[in-house]
């Protein structure tokens, strides 16, 4: 991707305009002193005599040749050596810019902020978790949940600092897009029934990420250390858990059923319609869902002080 600072890009446009002025100024000057020469077509007149194009001309020809050569020979490995610094410079940007945004987002609405979403109004100030009870609705059943919302100052610890949901990233992303409906917090993204495009949630995600990763060790890190990911994992995995991630285990298996709940109103008279609509039908799909689902792994048993 090729995203120019400010600078740089008011430096290419100057080196731009120079080359355009040159070349134009070149041209003219070319034109003006054919016209005081004698009128002879160029195809009339005599070609360089062989002298001419033997020494001076090969030789000016040759010179321009060993500068471009070397003009190539340095510039592109130089480029090739400073590409990846080049590359990492500008994603620390992007993601500096990124964490900026979102710390604004997640703080109220005002006439200063404007970008101001106001997560703090549930999760608290600093996000360190909400005293106000969410009313939620199980979707299933209509019975009232009530959610409390969750400390997320320290939300990348995942199972190991209280957030049994939250295995990796995703989930917190998932959780944002999403919502969770049944427990009081509300959807954000304009895929389903939020407000927000994919770079504000995009954002608050970068900020999260970097906001808790201060309050958690690394060896719990589930957002930055693939080891705690997996850790976290195997715990929210094992038998005796009671909570999966919505993200990892609950939407695939939900996405999987009403994909075969459409498939068998779609073509009622199939045979497979009455197998896909019986009740067996989140197993199949449970089979058949992406393999980034985790199956349930024997873990005998949990470390203290983590529920799942
Ligand atoms: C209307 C209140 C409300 C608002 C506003 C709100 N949330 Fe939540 N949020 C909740 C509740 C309640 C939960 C806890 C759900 C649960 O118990 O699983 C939650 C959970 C979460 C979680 C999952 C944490 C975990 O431990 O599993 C994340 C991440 C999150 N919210 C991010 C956000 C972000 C980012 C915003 C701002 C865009 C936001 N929330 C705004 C109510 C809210």
């Keep these: 991707m090729l995203a120019l600072t400010t600078g740089a890009g008011v430096i290419l446009l100057a080196l731009g305009a120079v080359f355009v002025i040159a070349a134009g100024g070149g041209l003219l000057?070319?034109?003006?002193?054919?016209?005081?020469?004698?009128?002879?077509?160029?195809?009339?007149?005599?070609?360089?005599?062989?002298?001419?194009?033997?020494?001076?001309?090969?030789?000016?020809?040759?010179?321009?040749?060993v500068l471009l050569t070397a003009f190539f020979v340095l510039w592109i490995p130089f480029n090739w050596v400073t590409e990846p610094g080049t590359n990492l410079a500008q994603d620390q940007s992007l993601k500096t810019a990124a964490i900026a945004r979102g710390q604004l987002a997640v703080l109220p609405y005002s006439e200063e902020n404007q970008v101001g979403i106001g997560c703090t109004r549930c999760h608290?100030?600093?996000?360190?978790?909400?005293?106000?009870?969410?009313?939620?609705?199980?979707?299933?059943?209509g019975a009232v949940i009530p959610g409390r919302p969750a400390n997320l100052s320290t939300v990348c610890g995942g199972p190991?600092?209280?957030?049994?949901?939250?295995?990796?990233?995703?989930?917190?992303?998932?959780?944002?897009?999403?919502?969770?409906?049944?427990?009081?917090?509300?959807?954000?993204?304009?895929?389903?029934?939020?407000?927000?495009?994919?770079?504000?949630?995009?954002?608050?995600?970068?900020?999260?990420?970097?906001?808790?990763s201060k309050n958690v060790p690394f060896s719990e890190n589930i957002c930055l250390n693939p080891d705690a990911q997996k850790a976290a994992v195997a715990v929210c995995t094992a038998p005796s858990a009671t909570i999966y991630s919505y993200q990892h285990v609950i939407k695939p298996l939900l996405d999987a059923a009403a994909a075969a709940t459409a498939k068998a109103s779609a073509a009622p008279s199939a045979p497979s319609a009455s197998a896909a609509a019986s009740p067996s039908a989140?197993?199949?799909?449970?089979?058949?869902?992406?393999?980034?689902?985790?199956?349930?792994?024997?873990?005998?048993?949990?470390?203290?002080?983590?529920?799942?």
């Excluded at 160029?42 to 000016?60: C, F, I, V, W």
């Excluded at 957030?163 to 999403?178: C, E, K, L, R």
């Design 160 to 212: 190991f600092t209280g957030h049994p949901q939250i295995w990796d990233v995703s989930d917190i992303q998932g959780t944002i897009v999403n919502g969770r409906a049944s427990l009081g917090m509300p959807s954000w993204s304009i895929r389903e029934a939020g407000a927000l495009d994919d770079q504000q949630i995009n954002d608050l995600v970068n900020y999260l990420v970097w906001y808790s």
């Design 282 to 308: 989140p197993a199949t799909a449970a089979s058949g869902a992406p393999s980034a689902t985790p199956t349930l792994s024997p873990v005998a048993a949990l470390p203290p002080g983590v529920s799942c």
């Design 29 to 65: 000057l070319r034109s003006r002193t054919r016209r005081s020469g004698l009128e002879i077509p160029r195809a009339m007149r005599p070609g360089p005599s062989d002298q001419a194009l033997e020494t001076p001309l090969l030789q000016k020809l040759q010179g321009w040749g």
């Design 124 to 141: 608290g100030p600093e996000l360190k978790g909400g005293t106000i009870i969410q009313i939620g609705v199980d979707p299933v059943t």
